[in-house]
């Protein structure tokens, strides 16, 4: 049994949206503010902490809606049933569909949520859904509060803004225990014919009692670590949540290894060593406290009736672990510290890992506290272990962020009842802002949180979409986007925008170049370098992520197969795969050439492709073009006078400044061809040696790069600004 998908419906910005699980693991990754962590706070609400539902998590658009129900109900002169239906809120709740995919074999364990007798296994949907319970009622102090604040303060006057409480639907409800007193989670079958798409429901549906989940899914919970000793903590469950590991190894012991709960033939040995260490230590303070406390007999005490004083210790092995030093970090032979001394990080790490351990050995019921004669109540196993990890980078530095994203599963099913072919499910859920943690986890594992352009009067939205379905059958593509993800930090999956780049001299100055753009330098941009032959491979992904992408290239011409300096009217061609398979679809050198900005954009806006353009040239009174053939040779010509003014250097940038400085244009253009294209050029070094000659902020940006920056800044700017009505 597992969760297939969970389908979110009016909560925050997830107006509709569909999260599909993986099998083991499943990242949430996202840009900030996409909806990662208020994916998380769902299935944490819905599932674990129903009671914790406030105004703020239904959608904000809604509210609008909303308030319009309790216009409508201060408006009725007579009772009217139609507005106290269950239909007039159903499409503004917020809502949770879970599918689990339940094997026939499995029926018993989900024997209450059996749509019909015909359902043999296969997908079972349960929706949650936050609704009022009780809508008369609701409406009755609703109306009655509205009433009296409009006795109170009479018809408003023109102009003025001062309104009684509550003026709203939403300023009841937001009133502190209101939403909980009229609204309450609500469990509903679904029909599994039905999955595809959210059904609407019945209003005469009945609720199921309970919870449903009790005794099927066991639900653990990782609250993101946003402060591993702080006392200002948001709630109870976050201090318990950031507990040091002597906190949680006392915890731990005490319902797992106590020696007294239960106690079997291996631990009396233990159970009488404390026992004689307690004689010992009882004698030793009536020894120890004899002469101070003869002293209160000074006080007349213990007098007559008094009973005398006398010391007995407790011995408790689970005292032994309540200081601050009961779990230490041995640095060499003889010599250790206190755990609060060691890193951050590694306190971090291994208290997310025994958090792990400690979830896994409650579901496996491991330990004396789950005896059938201690005190744990013991209860069936159940078939599926959720555990839900939010942003464990917190105090992590890189290469701990990936030892834990690759070891976390694994703690989970470390039990000799969860090997393979285990009846025994576990699936862990992890939101994450690291680039580290997604470079290391399956990339089939990664749902991509992609926020949607807010329409006019409405909030933004979030859709979700998984990766292991972007490439479709293409199986050579699939690879070759895994292995190059795999080389670089995953960090387009956190950016704003993306900027594909041809090779490391554009890798090298491009960050330069963006530094001049104050919008840009505000975002967060991933520059990836990947060559023009290779760009298009990853234009599933792009185009599947919705995200903002400039692809920098080069014209690279050629006639047949061979490379030849650009030039118009000899029929060349481009041999760049990007420019032919991708934008603008294009190989005709001359077409290229002449295309403009609108040729160069994708129809819906979202990537641009930029690449060398004509560069002309004042020799006496006419103009003379040159036509750049890559990055290297554009850069120098569009710097012509720096660079032939340059007197140091070496290799390949030496070569480029001898030939800016050749006053024929024709010639500079030839020169610099051959040079760039010389099999022994090396670009990587030609841009260091440049960076350690030259300020990058002295060098004028290529007119094509220009171009591209400024239309990307353009564009993340009016994503940016405050859509009205949000």
């Not at 260490?277 to 406290?289: G, R, V, Y």
């Not at 004028?700 to 009505?725: Q, V």
Request: glycine residues 6%; proline residues 4%; neutral net charge.
């Amino acid at each position: 049994m597992k969760i297939d998908f969970v389908h979110l419906q009016n909560f925050r910005k997830l107006k509709d949206c569909r999260i599909e699980f993986a099998q083991q693991q499943t990242l949430f990754v996202g840009a900030n503010n996409s909806g990662k962590t208020t994916a998380m706070d769902a299935l944490m609400l819905f599932l674990k902490q129903k009671s914790k539902f406030t105004t703020r998590d239904f959608t904000l658009s809604n509210w609008k809606d909303i308030n319009k129900l309790g216009e409508k109900w201060c408006s009725l002169t007579a009772y009217d049933p139609e507005e106290f239906s269950i239909d007039k809120w159903a499409g503004l709740l917020p809502t949770l569909d879970v599918w689990l995919k339940v094997e026939h074999t499995e029926l018993q364990h989900v024997h209450r949520l059996i749509p019909t007798l015909s359902w043999k296994g296969g997908l079972l949907g349960v929706r949650l859904r936050l609704q009022p319970v009780d809508i008369e009622l609701f409406y009755q102090e609703f109306t009655a509060a509205q009433k009296q604040a409009t006795e109170l303060t009479g018809k408003p006057e023109k102009g003025k803004k001062f309104k009684m409480w509550p003026s709203t639907l939403w300023e009841f409800l937001d009133e502190k225990g209101n939403l909980s007193r009229f609204f309450k989670v609500q469990t509903f079958l679904l029909d599994p014919a039905l999955h595809d798409k959210p059904q609407e429901m019945d209003p005469l549906a009945d609720a199921l009692e309970g919870d449903v989940f009790s005794g099927l899914i066991k639900i653990d919970i990782i609250n993101a670590q946003r402060g591993f000793s702080d006392s200002n903590s948001e709630s109870q469950e976050r201090s318990e949540n950031i507990k040091n590991l002597g906190s949680q190894l006392r915890s731990y012991y005490d319902k797992h290894l106590n020696p007294s709960v239960n106690p079997t033939a291996d631990d009396i040995a233990a159970l009488k060593a404390i026992s004689s260490a307690k004689e010992i230590f009882d004698e030793s303070l009536k020894t120890a406290f004899k002469d101070s406390l003869k002293e209160l007999e000074i006080l007349n005490y213990p007098g007559f009736g008094n009973p005398s004083i006398t010391l007995s210790s407790k011995f408790n092995s689970l005292d032994s672990l309540t200081h601050e030093s009961a779990v230490q970090y041995a640095l060499e032979e003889g010599l250790s510290l206190p755990e609060k001394y060691n890193g951050l990080g590694y306190q971090n790490l291994i208290s997310i890992i025994f958090k792990l351990i400690r979830f896994r050995d409650e579901w496996m019921q491991v330990g004396k506290g789950f005896d059938s004669s201690g005190t744990t109540e013991v209860v069936g196993f159940e078939p599926l272990h959720l555990v839900l990890i939010e942003e464990p980078e917190a105090h992590l530095h890189a290469q701990v962020q990936q030892v834990f994203i690759n070891k976390a599963y694994q703690v989970l099913r470390k039990h000799d009842d969860l090997l393979e072919g285990s009846l025994f499910t576990t699936q862990l859920i992890i939101s994450t802002h690291s680039s580290h943690i997604a470079h290391e986890a399956d990339f089939t594992a990664l749902r991509y949180f992609k926020r949607s352009q807010p329409k006019l009067g409405m909030s933004q939205t979030t859709t979700v979409v998984n990766l292991s379905e972007t490439f479709g059958e293409d199986t050579a593509t699939t690879k070759f986007a895994k292995r190059y993800l795999k080389t670089t930090h995953c960090d387009l999956f956190f950016a704003d925008a993306v900027i594909m780049v041809e090779g490391p001299a554009e890798r090298m100055l491009v960050p330069s170049f963006v530094r001049r753009y104050e919008d840009l330098c505000n975002c967060y941009l991933s520059i990836l370098e990947i060559g023009g032959s290779h760009a298009h491979t990853l234009r599933p992904l792009i185009e599947d992520l919705g995200i903002l992408c400039l692809v920098i290239t080069d014209l690279d011409a050629v006639q047949g197969r061979s490379k030849v300096q650009p030039d118009l009217g000899k029929g060349y061609n481009s041999g760049n795969s990007t420019l032919k398979t991708w934008l603008p679809g294009e190989n005709s050198l001359d077409k290229l050439l002449a295309m403009k900005e609108a040729d160069w954009i994708s129809k819906n806006g979202q990537i641009r492709v930029v690449y060398q353009t004509k560069i002309s040239f004042k020799e006496g009174k006419k103009d003379v073009p040159a036509y750049p053939y890559t990055f290297e040779d554009s850069l120098v010509l569009t710097n012509k006078k720096l660079f032939s003014e340059m007197h140091a250097g070496k290799g390949l940038l030496l070569k480029m400044c001898t030939a800016a400085k050749q006053k024929n244009t024709a010639l500079c253009a030839k020169e610099l061809y051959e040079v760039i294209t010389d099999e022994t050029a090396k670009k990587a070094e030609f841009a260091l040696e440049l960076l350690f000659m030259e300020d990058p902020k002295a060098l004028e940006i290529p007119a094509y790069i220009a171009s591209g920056l400024s239309w990307l800044e353009g564009k993340l700017s009016i994503l940016k600004k405050p859509t009205k009505g949000k």
